[in-house]
């Protein structure tokens, strides 16, 4: 079977453009955030708007936190269910709207049953579900920051998301470790902590910013070094580079947005005799030689190998190192000492075309709104402060003559 070019499997032609689509969808999702929250900031209509927008944030959560599974369980939403009816109003409601707008559609069944489907196969449409995610997520954040000067407002436009959010933040929405992954040992991990350090002072050479984990990332990094391992310990390869295949069935899992870049990195050690020396079988802290095992020989020894690997790297790859597009990382690494072998492979991804300056400068701007709307909200809540207080005065026997300060509920 011919392997599919490197190229067409890390970055695929979708049909739209990636980033146009997702400010348009975003835009559009604001504006239909505000017609759901256009009621009085308290009582009841306000109270079952935020419930119907917390509906929508858990009914995505389960969705895409599943992704791997590949099931139609989370992608399907039963219309004549109480829950639905509850959360989603009337026919005509913005609530049905915003979770049209989220990628769902609504379908008859065979037994004339509504059903609300997501085509988990249409990037466009998972686009549009993680984009409305993210305003929803924008919208949780200004609500906790509004908290109780909500009282003091006639409206809920402090707690509406602006629209300028970046296609990069999509990147960052799900990056939790897989349930189910691999799990490194304390040697592992210490190696995939300075193989990161290694490659960030690669990047600072060069002036480019830092990478950010991405748990999930490191993750399927891991999965794949394992695979290595067994393959090698079974005789199977001896392979000095990733199938792109194998890349591409991992990624494929997870819920990222469509249209990302991926570099991946692969580096694999024959000397981990001579960098990692064996401890004392008694189980004491002891070396081999009878003098006392020190913690930073440990680290010296993962310190020795990640500058091989990233060494490596960047002698082979070094467009992918110096990736400036690149907003994420994963490494994991794989040690087998009956084999005599180490393996280490690090994903990057990131919008190819754009730098994650632009992003940050996006987020830094995202930021300085929520700030100024805190402020507003602030003020708003001091001038409806009563200019005099009113009530009985409390005081104690330790302080007599000073009015007591009770904390309120």
Same mark, same amino acid.
């Given at each position: 079977k011919e392997e599919v070019p490197e190229e067409a499997v890390m970055r695929p032609d979708l049909g739209f453009d990636p980033e146009e689509t997702f400010n348009e969808n975003y835009a559009a999702a604001c504006e239909l955030l505000q017609q759901i929250l256009s009621v009085p900031p308290m009582g009841e209509k306000f109270t079952a708007a935020v419930s119907g927008l917390h509906s929508l944030a858990n009914i995505l959560d389960r969705l895409f936190q599943a992704w791997a599974d590949e099931g139609e369980k989370f992608s399907q939403i039963k219309e004549d269910s109480d829950a639905f009816l509850k959360s989603f109003g009337r026919p005509d409601?913005?609530?049905?709207?915003?979770?049209?707008?989220?990628?769902?559609?609504?379908?008859?069944?065979?037994?004339?049953?509504?059903?609300?489907?997501f085509d988990r196969q249409d990037p466009e449409i998972r686009l549009r579900g993680l984009t409305v995610r993210l305003c929803l997520q924008r919208f949780s954040?200004?609500?906790?920051?509004?908290?109780?000067?909500?009282?003091?407002?006639?409206?809920?436009?402090?707690?509406?998301?602006?629209?300028?959010?970046?296609l990069y933040e999509?990147?960052?929405?799900?990056?939790?470790?897989?349930?189910?992954?691999?799990?490194?040992?304390?040697?592992?991990?210490?190696?995939?902590?300075?193989?990161?350090?290694?490659?960030?002072e690669r990047r600072a050479e060069t002036q480019l910013s830092g990478l950010t984990l991405h748990e999930g990332l490191?993750?399927?990094?891991?999965?794949?070094?394992?695979?290595?391992?067994?393959?090698?310990?079974?005789?199977? &390869?001896? @392979?000095?580079? =990733? *199938?792109?295949?194998?890349?591409?069935?991992?990624? $494929?899992?997870?819920?990222?947005? /469509?249209?990302?870049?991926?570099?991946?990195?692969y580096f694999r050690s024959t000397e981990l005799p001579s960098i990692f020396g064996l401890t004392s079988s008694t189980g004491s802290g002891a070396t081999p030689m009878g003098g006392k095992n020190d913690?930073?020989?440990?680290?010296?020894?993962?310190?020795?190998?990640?500058?091989?690997?990233v060494g490596y790297w960047a002698a082979r790859q070094a467009q992918d190192v110096?990736?400036?597009?690149?907003?994420l990382c994963g490494v994991g690494a794989a040690l087998d000492y009956t084999v005599?072998?180490?393996?280490?492979?690090?994903?990057?991804?990131?919008?190819?075309?754009?730098?994650v300056e632009e992003a940050s400068t996006?987020?830094? &701007?995202? @930021?300085?709104? =929520? *700030?100024?709307?805190?402020?507003?909200?602030?003020? $708003?809540?001091?001038?409806?402060? /009563?200019?005099?207080t009113f009530g009985a005065r409390v005081r104690t026997l330790g302080a007599p003559t000073a009015d007591a300060v009770l904390n309120r509920k």
């Open positions: 409601s913005a609530l049905r709207k915003l979770l049209a707008h989220a990628g769902f559609q609504r379908q008859v069944t065979e037994s004339s049953k509504s059903v609300w489907y954040e200004l609500k906790r920051l509004r908290g109780t000067h909500r009282w003091a407002q006639s409206n809920n436009f402090a707690v509406v998301p602006s629209a300028d959010a970046s999509l990147l960052e929405l799900y990056k939790g470790p897989d349930a189910e992954g691999e799990r490194p040992s304390v040697r592992e991990r210490n190696l995939e902590a300075e193989v990161r350090a290694k490659i960030q490191a993750a399927a990094a891991r999965r794949l070094a394992q695979r290595q391992r067994v393959s090698e310990r079974q005789g199977k &390869s001896q @392979m000095t580079k =990733l *199938r792109s295949s194998d890349v591409r069935e991992l990624l $494929a899992k997870m819920p990222l947005p /469509p249209g990302f870049t991926a570099a991946q990195l913690e930073k020989d440990k680290d010296k020894a993962a310190d020795i190998l990640a500058r091989e690997a110096a990736w400036p597009s690149a907003s005599n072998r180490g393996f280490v492979v690090a994903l990057l991804i990131g919008f190819e075309g754009a730098t996006s987020q830094r &701007s995202a @930021m300085q709104s =929520l *700030r100024r709307r805190q402020a507003v909200a602030n003020e $708003a809540a001091n001038k409806a402060k /009563p200019s005099a």
